[in-house]
Every structure is written in structure tokens, then in C-alpha cells.
């Protein structure tokens, strides 16, 4: 009699455990789907927004190591979905900086950047005297400065073998002087630049230009295309979907919390149901006392 009511409950908890996990196998989670979307695009598709053009410059998808959670499971990889909108600043700035106490190249020469004061609005450019190759080119001098009581002097050779020292400020030329004036216009290079400000640091240029701008998008993520705030969904490895419609959004995460819960006690009664299984089968064949 025990050995008969066991086998009945056991099957009754075998059926129960079993319908359980075929619910659990059968179940789907819930597609998250828009109707009607502002912008379904693939990659080098175009969009217009606020008057600029953007393009879907990379749809990604890529796996990623990932977790396991709730009951059944387990680590293992994750499909991480991404991708690039591109579009082009017509109202860029190249700049480059002269900083006061530099050398820079201009007009194909070598120049040292001043400053004067705080409250300058002008940058002198002073040329750079290249002593050694003068002193190299004149076969009458020696070609190294030397300095005597602190003064710098050149030596020149005699023809009857003499030495003449000539103060080197009267032997080399003196250098190129040029003042760049605050919104000046000045070929540097290979562009057209605008001395843009002066400040003790030294000088700021700047030139109009274009460049390539990229917005990373995120899956299930906001972006701010313009002045516009999208909702990004890809629901698959070759499309982006923006949309301003956050209560669908909303609507699936209600509705993935609950599939959630009712597959979690699913496992719930299955585990149960296989416990009391092995624990009847057990008491079932315990030795009776009758």
C-alpha cells in the first residue's frame, strides 16, 4: 500500500515537473518592436535632422562574455549590438599656436616668437642667424666665435698672417624683424591663417575648416542627434532604429520583468517537483515496520 499511494504521487510530480520545464523549453521572452519608427536605417543610410546630414557610417555587432542570472543559467557569451552615425562640421577651426620663446617656420624661414607685455596685440617674429654657415662660407675668418672678456668676436686671417678680431654684432648681419599684427591674415603651413588673439603666451592662429564628427550609438540607449533625443534600438546585426516612442520601451520592460518572474516559477515548481520525485522513491522503499 505505502509502495502504490508513492508511485501515484510520484507520477503526479513527474507530470507536474515535466509540464513545467516543457513550459520553460516553449517559452519565448518578448520582442521589443516599434511601429512606425522616426528612422530605420542600415549601414550608409542617410538621415536629416535640424537641417544637417548624418549617415550610419557602422552597424556593429560583437560578443562579449556575459553572466549567468536566475535559475538555469549559466556564463557564457552576450551579442552586443552598437553603432556610428558620421556627419560633417562645416563651421570647424584649424588652429595652431605660436608660443612666445619658439621658433617657427614662416615664409620658409626660421623665426623666434615675442611677445611684449600681457596687453600685447601684435607677436614679433625675429629671424634666426645661421653663424656657422656665414662663418663657413667667408674663407677669411676662422670659423668658430670667440669670446674675450665677454664679448663675442670673429677672427679674421690675414694675408700676411696677422689676426683681426671684429666684434661679431658688426660681422653678422642683423636679423629680420617682422611684427604680425592681431587679426592679421598669414600664409603658414601650406593654409591661410587669422592671427586670432595675442596673449603673453604667444599667439593663437585659426582657419576655417571641415571635419568628420562621429556619435557613438548605444543599444536600448538614448542619443542626441542635433538637437534631437532618440531612443536607439537594433533589432538586428544590420539595423538601427531611432525613435522618440519611450513608452514601448517602457511596455517591454514591464512585460520582460513578468516573463521573467512566471519562468522563474516555472523552474521554481520543477525543482520542486523533482525533489519530492527522488524524496517519495526514497520513502517508498524504506523497510516497513508491518
Given at each position: 500500500m505505502q509502495r502504490r499511494a508513492a508511485a501515484l504521487y510520484a507520477v503526479l510530480l513527474l507530470v507536474v515537473g515535466v509540464v513545467s520545464f516543457s513550459?520553460?523549453?516553449?517559452?519565448?521572452?518578448p520582442e521589443l518592436a516599434f511601429d512606425n519608427p522616426e528612422h530605420e536605417l542600415g549601414e550608409g543610410a542617410e538621415l536629416v535632422v535640424d537641417g544637417e546630414t548624418y549617415t550610419v557610417d557602422a552597424v556593429d555587432a560583437e560578443t562579449s562574455s556575459g553572466g549567468g542570472g536566475g535559475h538555469g543559467g549559466g556564463g557564457g557569451t552576450e551579442l552586443v549590438?552598437?553603432?556610428?552615425?558620421?556627419y560633417t562640421?562645416?563651421?570647424?577651426?584649424?588652429?595652431?599656436?605660436?608660443e612666445n620663446g619658439s621658433e617657427v617656420t614662416f615664409r620658409n624661414e626660421t623665426y623666434t616668437v615675442g611677445v611684449e607685455g600681457a596687453n600685447a596685440t601684435s607677436v614679433s617674429l625675429t629671424g634666426t642667424i645661421n653663424r656657422t654657415a656665414i662663418l663657413q662660407n667667408d674663407t677669411t675668418v676662422q670659423n668658430e666665435v670667440?669670446?674675450?672678456?665677454?664679448?663675442?668676436?670673429?677672427?679674421?686671417?690675414?694675408?700676411?698672417?696677422?689676426?683681426?678680431?671684429?666684434?661679431?654684432?658688426?660681422?653678422?648681419?642683423?636679423?629680420?624683424?617682422?611684427?604680425?599684427e592681431e587679426g592679421a591674415t598669414v600664409q603658414f603651413d601650406g593654409n591661410e591663417?587669422?592671427?586670432?588673439?595675442?596673449g603673453a603666451d604667444g599667439a593663437r592662429l585659426s582657419r576655417p575648416t571641415t571635419e568628420t564628427v562621429e556619435i557613438g550609438v548605444s543599444n536600448h540607449a538614448?542619443?542626441?542627434?542635433?538637437?534631437q533625443?532618440?531612443?536607439?534600438?537594433?533589432?538586428?546585426?544590420?539595423?538601427m532604429v531611432l525613435t522618440t516612442n519611450?513608452?514601448?520601451?517602457?511596455?517591454?520592460?514591464?512585460?520582460?520583468?513578468?516573463?521573467?518572474?512566471?519562468?522563474?516559477?516555472?523552474?521554481?515548481?520543477?525543482i520542486v517537483s523533482g525533489a519530492g520525485l527522488v524524496f517519495l522513491i526514497a520513502l517508498a522503499y524504506l523497510p516497513s515496520r508491518y
Amino acid at each position: 500500500m505505502q509502495r502504490r499511494a508513492a508511485a501515484l504521487y510520484a507520477v503526479l510530480l513527474l507530470v507536474v515537473g515535466v509540464v513545467s520545464f516543457s513550459l520553460i523549453s516553449a517559452a519565448s521572452p518578448p520582442e521589443l518592436a516599434f511601429d512606425n519608427p522616426e528612422h530605420e536605417l542600415g549601414e550608409g543610410a542617410e538621415l536629416v535632422v535640424d537641417g544637417e546630414t548624418y549617415t550610419v557610417d557602422a552597424v556593429d555587432a560583437e560578443t562579449s562574455s556575459g553572466g549567468g542570472g536566475g535559475h538555469g543559467g549559466g556564463g557564457g557569451t552576450e551579442l552586443v549590438r552598437s553603432g556610428t552615425l558620421t556627419y560633417t562640421n562645416e563651421s570647424a577651426l584649424a588652429t595652431a599656436t605660436w608660443e612666445n620663446g619658439s621658433e617657427v617656420t614662416f615664409r620658409n624661414e626660421t623665426y623666434t616668437v615675442g611677445v611684449e607685455g600681457a596687453n600685447a596685440t601684435s607677436v614679433s617674429l625675429t629671424g634666426t642667424i645661421n653663424r656657422t654657415a656665414i662663418l663657413q662660407n667667408d674663407t677669411t675668418v676662422q670659423n668658430e666665435v670667440q669670446t674675450i672678456d665677454g664679448t663675442e668676436y670673429v677672427v679674421r686671417e690675414g694675408t700676411d698672417g696677422n689676426q683681426t678680431l671684429l666684434p661679431a654684432a658688426e660681422y653678422f648681419p642683423e636679423p629680420e624683424q617682422l611684427t604680425v599684427e592681431e587679426g592679421a591674415t598669414v600664409q603658414f603651413d601650406g593654409n591661410e591663417f587669422t592671427v586670432a588673439a595675442v596673449g603673453a603666451d604667444g599667439a593663437r592662429l585659426s582657419r576655417p575648416t571641415t571635419e568628420t564628427v562621429e556619435i557613438g550609438v548605444s543599444n536600448h540607449a538614448n542619443v542626441t542627434v542635433g538637437d534631437q533625443t532618440y531612443f536607439a534600438h537594433f533589432p538586428d546585426n544590420g539595423t538601427m532604429v531611432l525613435t522618440t516612442n519611450y513608452e514601448r520601451f517602457q511596455r517591454h520592460q514591464a512585460e520582460s520583468a513578468t516573463f521573467t518572474e512566471h519562468k522563474n516559477g516555472l523552474w521554481g515548481v520543477t525543482i520542486v517537483s523533482g525533489a519530492g520525485l527522488v524524496f517519495l522513491i526514497a520513502l517508498a522503499y524504506l523497510p516497513s515496520r508491518y
